[in-house]
Protein backbone atom coordinates (compact mmCIF):
# COMPACT_ATOMS: atom_id res chain seq x y z
CA UNK A 1 0.00 0.00 0.00
CA UNK A 2 2.66 2.61 0.58
CA UNK A 3 4.53 1.95 -2.78
CA UNK A 4 0.93 2.70 -4.14
CA UNK A 5 0.85 5.98 -2.18
CA UNK A 6 4.32 6.77 -3.62
CA UNK A 7 3.24 6.26 -6.90
CA UNK A 8 -0.09 8.35 -6.78
CA UNK A 9 2.04 11.40 -5.55
CA UNK A 10 4.25 11.69 -8.53
CA UNK A 11 0.69 12.08 -10.80
CA UNK A 12 -0.94 14.94 -8.66
CA UNK A 13 -0.85 17.64 -10.66
CA UNK A 14 1.38 20.68 -9.29
CA UNK A 15 -0.67 23.19 -7.44
CA UNK A 16 -3.54 20.98 -7.17
CA UNK A 17 -5.15 19.74 -4.08
CA UNK A 18 -3.78 16.21 -4.01
CA UNK A 19 -6.45 14.40 -7.22
CA UNK A 20 -4.85 11.61 -8.49
CA UNK A 21 -4.58 12.09 -12.28
CA UNK A 22 -5.99 9.01 -13.57
CA UNK A 23 -8.40 9.02 -16.18
CA UNK A 24 -11.32 9.24 -13.71
CA UNK A 25 -10.23 11.68 -11.33
CA UNK A 26 -8.66 13.78 -14.15
CA UNK A 27 -12.25 15.12 -15.17
CA UNK A 28 -12.65 16.59 -11.78
CA UNK A 29 -10.50 19.65 -13.36
CA UNK A 30 -12.02 21.88 -15.70
CA UNK A 31 -9.20 23.06 -18.22
CA UNK A 32 -9.02 26.67 -16.63
CA UNK A 33 -8.29 24.89 -13.33
CA UNK A 34 -5.70 22.62 -14.90
CA UNK A 35 -3.61 25.03 -17.07
CA UNK A 36 -3.48 27.42 -13.97
CA UNK A 37 -1.98 24.65 -11.95
CA UNK A 38 0.78 23.88 -14.26
CA UNK A 39 1.91 27.74 -14.68
CA UNK A 40 1.72 27.33 -10.78
CA UNK A 41 3.95 24.50 -10.87
CA UNK A 42 6.49 26.16 -12.99
CA UNK A 43 7.22 30.43 -11.55
CA UNK A 44 10.71 30.21 -12.13
CA UNK A 45 10.87 31.89 -15.57
CA UNK A 46 9.07 34.76 -16.12
CA UNK A 47 6.76 33.10 -19.25
CA UNK A 48 6.19 36.63 -20.81
CA UNK A 49 8.72 36.93 -22.86
CA UNK A 50 11.23 34.66 -25.19
CA UNK A 51 9.97 33.02 -28.42
CA UNK A 52 7.62 29.96 -26.71
CA UNK A 53 5.87 32.57 -24.86
CA UNK A 54 2.40 31.56 -24.10
CA UNK A 55 3.11 28.13 -25.23
CA UNK A 56 2.43 24.94 -23.44
CA UNK A 57 4.21 21.71 -24.06
CA UNK A 58 3.88 18.53 -22.81
CA UNK A 59 7.00 16.67 -22.30
CA UNK A 60 6.33 12.69 -21.66
CA UNK A 61 9.67 10.57 -20.34
CA UNK A 62 8.02 7.34 -21.32
CA UNK A 63 8.29 4.50 -19.00
CA UNK A 64 9.02 5.43 -15.26
CA UNK A 65 12.13 3.33 -13.97
CA UNK A 66 10.67 0.87 -11.58
CA UNK A 67 7.87 -0.51 -13.74
CA UNK A 68 9.19 -4.18 -14.04
CA UNK A 69 8.84 -3.98 -9.81
CA UNK A 70 5.47 -3.84 -10.10
CA UNK A 71 4.03 -5.96 -12.82
CA UNK A 72 0.23 -6.30 -11.28
CA UNK A 73 0.27 -2.22 -12.12
CA UNK A 74 1.73 -2.33 -14.93
CA UNK A 75 -0.49 -4.80 -16.86
CA UNK A 76 -3.80 -3.81 -15.43
CA UNK A 77 -5.69 -2.61 -18.85
CA UNK A 78 -6.02 0.37 -19.79
CA UNK A 79 -8.94 2.58 -22.62
CA UNK A 80 -5.94 2.97 -25.53
CA UNK A 81 -8.37 4.29 -27.53
CA UNK A 82 -10.78 1.95 -28.95
CA UNK A 83 -9.41 -0.72 -27.03
CA UNK A 84 -7.32 -1.47 -24.05
CA UNK A 85 -3.84 -2.08 -23.70
CA UNK A 86 -1.36 -2.38 -20.59
CA UNK A 87 -0.85 0.10 -18.28
CA UNK A 88 2.65 0.20 -19.52
CA UNK A 89 5.62 -1.31 -19.98
CA UNK A 90 9.70 -1.72 -18.64
CA UNK A 91 11.01 -0.62 -21.51
CA UNK A 92 14.62 -1.42 -22.98
CA UNK A 93 18.37 -0.64 -22.00
CA UNK A 94 21.67 -0.71 -23.67
CA UNK A 95 23.50 -4.17 -23.41
CA UNK A 96 25.66 -2.22 -20.77
CA UNK A 97 22.35 -2.01 -18.72
CA UNK A 98 21.43 1.81 -19.15
CA UNK A 99 17.73 1.83 -19.08
CA UNK A 100 15.37 3.23 -21.64
CA UNK A 101 13.26 5.26 -18.40
CA UNK A 102 16.63 6.55 -17.15
CA UNK A 103 17.82 8.12 -20.77
CA UNK A 104 13.90 8.92 -21.59
CA UNK A 105 14.22 10.94 -18.23
CA UNK A 106 17.62 12.67 -18.34
CA UNK A 107 16.76 13.89 -22.24
CA UNK A 108 13.19 15.40 -21.20
CA UNK A 109 14.67 17.05 -18.55
CA UNK A 110 17.02 18.76 -20.50
CA UNK A 111 14.10 19.19 -23.48
CA UNK A 112 11.72 20.66 -20.51
CA UNK A 113 14.66 23.05 -18.91
CA UNK A 114 15.41 24.67 -22.70
CA UNK A 115 11.97 25.20 -23.36
CA UNK A 116 11.34 26.66 -20.38
CA UNK A 117 13.97 29.19 -20.77
CA UNK A 118 12.58 29.89 -24.32
CA UNK A 119 9.16 30.93 -22.23
CA UNK A 120 7.31 28.17 -22.27
CA UNK A 121 4.81 26.76 -19.97
CA UNK A 122 6.23 22.68 -19.24
CA UNK A 123 4.33 19.88 -17.98
CA UNK A 124 5.76 16.48 -17.32
CA UNK A 125 3.71 13.39 -17.16
CA UNK A 126 6.15 12.46 -14.37
CA UNK A 127 8.55 13.96 -11.89
CA UNK A 128 10.54 11.04 -10.98
CA UNK A 129 12.89 8.52 -12.18
CA UNK A 130 12.72 5.79 -9.01
CA UNK A 131 12.73 2.01 -8.60
CA UNK A 132 9.85 2.58 -6.69
CA UNK A 133 7.71 4.11 -8.64
CA UNK A 134 5.27 2.82 -11.81
CA UNK A 135 3.60 5.00 -14.70
CA UNK A 136 1.39 7.16 -15.35
CA UNK A 137 -0.74 4.84 -17.17
CA UNK A 138 -0.91 5.03 -21.56
CA UNK A 139 -3.85 6.67 -20.80
CA UNK A 140 -3.02 9.29 -18.28
CA UNK A 141 0.00 10.20 -20.50
CA UNK A 142 -2.17 10.20 -23.65
CA UNK A 143 -4.48 12.71 -22.57
CA UNK A 144 -1.99 14.69 -20.46
CA UNK A 145 -2.16 17.32 -23.04
CA UNK A 146 -5.95 17.50 -23.21
CA UNK A 147 -7.27 19.23 -20.31
CA UNK A 148 -4.49 22.05 -20.31
CA UNK A 149 -5.19 22.39 -24.16
CA UNK A 150 -1.09 22.28 -24.68
CA UNK A 151 0.39 23.04 -28.16
CA UNK A 152 1.60 19.55 -28.57
CA UNK A 153 2.85 16.37 -26.79
CA UNK A 154 6.31 14.93 -26.97
CA UNK A 155 7.03 11.74 -25.69
CA UNK A 156 10.11 10.49 -25.42
CA UNK A 157 11.60 6.77 -25.81
CA UNK A 158 14.51 4.70 -27.42
CA UNK A 159 14.04 1.67 -29.36
CA UNK A 160 15.48 -1.95 -28.06
CA UNK A 161 15.58 -3.52 -31.71
CA UNK A 162 18.07 -6.81 -31.89
CA UNK A 163 18.05 -6.58 -35.87
CA UNK A 164 21.80 -6.85 -37.03
CA UNK A 165 22.68 -3.14 -38.04
CA UNK A 166 19.55 -1.39 -36.64
CA UNK A 167 20.14 2.27 -35.82
CA UNK A 168 19.01 5.95 -35.87
CA UNK A 169 16.10 7.26 -35.07
CA UNK A 170 12.32 7.48 -35.78
CA UNK A 171 9.03 9.32 -35.24
CA UNK A 172 5.78 8.00 -34.49
CA UNK A 173 2.86 10.35 -35.72
CA UNK A 174 -1.18 8.92 -34.92
CA UNK A 175 -2.91 7.54 -37.91
CA UNK A 176 -5.90 9.45 -39.64
CA UNK A 177 -8.61 7.24 -37.73
CA UNK A 178 -11.82 8.50 -36.74
CA UNK A 179 -13.03 9.41 -33.99
CA UNK A 180 -9.70 9.50 -32.38
CA UNK A 181 -6.92 10.93 -33.92
CA UNK A 182 -8.62 12.05 -37.31
CA UNK A 183 -8.35 15.37 -35.96
CA UNK A 184 -4.67 15.48 -34.62
CA UNK A 185 -3.11 13.14 -37.48
CA UNK A 186 -2.53 16.11 -39.93
CA UNK A 187 -1.01 18.87 -37.07
CA UNK A 188 1.01 15.51 -35.57
CA UNK A 189 2.44 14.56 -38.98
CA UNK A 190 3.51 18.45 -39.21
CA UNK A 191 5.11 18.11 -35.62
CA UNK A 192 6.50 14.80 -36.76
CA UNK A 193 8.75 16.60 -39.67
CA UNK A 194 9.61 19.33 -37.06
CA UNK A 195 11.44 17.07 -34.86
CA UNK A 196 12.47 14.87 -37.45
CA UNK A 197 14.22 18.00 -38.80
CA UNK A 198 15.42 19.22 -35.65
CA UNK A 199 17.07 16.05 -34.81
CA UNK A 200 18.48 15.47 -38.70
CA UNK A 201 20.28 18.90 -37.77
CA UNK A 202 21.86 17.44 -35.09
CA UNK A 203 23.34 14.86 -36.90
CA UNK A 204 21.26 11.99 -36.01
CA UNK A 205 20.16 9.23 -38.80
CA UNK A 206 16.89 8.24 -39.23
CA UNK A 207 16.35 4.47 -38.63
CA UNK A 208 17.47 2.00 -40.95
CA UNK A 209 15.34 -0.62 -39.46
CA UNK A 210 11.71 0.88 -39.58
CA UNK A 211 9.55 0.84 -43.24
CA UNK A 212 9.43 3.58 -45.46
CA UNK A 213 13.42 4.41 -44.05
CA UNK A 214 12.46 8.17 -43.97
CA UNK A 215 12.04 8.38 -40.29
CA UNK A 216 8.35 8.71 -39.95
CA UNK A 217 5.76 6.29 -38.95
CA UNK A 218 2.69 6.56 -38.46
CA UNK A 219 0.47 4.01 -35.94
CA UNK A 220 -2.83 3.37 -34.41
CA UNK A 221 -1.77 0.98 -31.56
CA UNK A 222 -0.40 3.23 -29.05
CA UNK A 223 -2.45 4.90 -26.43
CA UNK A 224 -0.05 7.79 -25.97
CA UNK A 225 -0.98 8.27 -29.52
CA UNK A 226 -4.53 7.36 -29.42
CA UNK A 227 -5.99 9.43 -26.93
CA UNK A 228 -4.29 12.77 -26.99
CA UNK A 229 -6.82 15.83 -28.36
CA UNK A 230 -3.81 17.92 -29.23
CA UNK A 231 -0.37 17.30 -31.55
CA UNK A 232 1.48 14.40 -30.46
CA UNK A 233 4.58 12.13 -31.58
CA UNK A 234 6.38 9.46 -29.57
CA UNK A 235 9.77 9.69 -30.68
CA UNK A 236 12.56 6.56 -30.67
CA UNK A 237 15.49 8.34 -30.30
CA UNK A 238 17.45 5.26 -31.50
CA UNK A 239 18.46 1.83 -31.25
CA UNK A 240 19.42 1.07 -27.62
CA UNK A 241 21.37 -2.28 -28.38
CA UNK A 242 23.03 -0.73 -31.22
CA UNK A 243 26.63 -0.14 -29.68
CA UNK A 244 26.94 2.98 -31.27
CA UNK A 245 24.03 4.33 -30.63
CA UNK A 246 24.64 3.13 -26.62
CA UNK A 247 27.75 5.32 -26.50
CA UNK A 248 26.11 8.57 -27.81
CA UNK A 249 23.00 7.63 -25.20
CA UNK A 250 24.94 7.53 -22.25
CA UNK A 251 27.20 10.49 -22.76
CA UNK A 252 25.84 14.18 -21.78
CA UNK A 253 27.17 15.50 -24.91
CA UNK A 254 25.11 12.55 -27.00
CA UNK A 255 21.56 13.22 -24.56
CA UNK A 256 22.16 17.57 -25.24
CA UNK A 257 22.58 17.10 -28.79
CA UNK A 258 19.01 14.64 -28.74
CA UNK A 259 17.80 17.59 -26.70
CA UNK A 260 18.24 20.49 -28.74
CA UNK A 261 17.18 18.15 -31.48
CA UNK A 262 13.78 17.76 -30.02
CA UNK A 263 13.78 21.55 -28.66
CA UNK A 264 14.84 22.49 -32.31
CA UNK A 265 11.14 20.29 -33.58
CA UNK A 266 9.19 21.93 -31.13
CA UNK A 267 9.97 25.51 -31.79
CA UNK A 268 10.09 24.85 -35.69
CA UNK A 269 6.46 23.62 -35.09
CA UNK A 270 5.03 26.23 -32.79
CA UNK A 271 6.17 29.09 -35.32
CA UNK A 272 3.85 28.16 -37.81
CA UNK A 273 1.32 28.05 -35.25
CA UNK A 274 -0.88 31.53 -33.40
CA UNK A 275 -0.54 31.33 -30.10
CA UNK A 276 -4.40 31.01 -28.99
ZN1 LIG B 1 9.67 2.89 -24.81
Same mark, same amino acid.
Given at each position: ????LAAVVLLVVPGSVGVGVHASARADHGPLDARHAVRQGSTAVDK?????????????????????????????LVPAGGFTKPCNTTGTATDGGYPEATFAWQVSRLVAARLRALGATVRMTRHANRQD???????????????? $? *?? !????????????? =??? @??? /?IAPADRAPWTDDIHDSSMRLAASV $? *?? !????????ANYVA =??? @??? /??????????????????????MRSATEARVMTSADGRARYAR????????????????
Amino acid at each position: MRRRLAAVVLLVVPGSVGVGVHASARADHGPLDARHAVRQGSTAVDKSTGPLAGRVIVVDPGHQLGNHNFPAEINRLVPAGGFTKPCNTTGTATDGGYPEATFAWQVSRLVAARLRALGATVRMTRHANRQDRWGPCVDARGRAGNAI $R *AD !LKISVHADGSYAA =GAR @GFH /VIAPADRAPWTDDIHDSSMRLAASV $R *AG !LEAQGFPVANYVA =GGD @GLD /VRSDLGTLNLSDVPTVMVELGNMRSATEARVMTSADGRARYARGLVAGARAFTDRVPVS
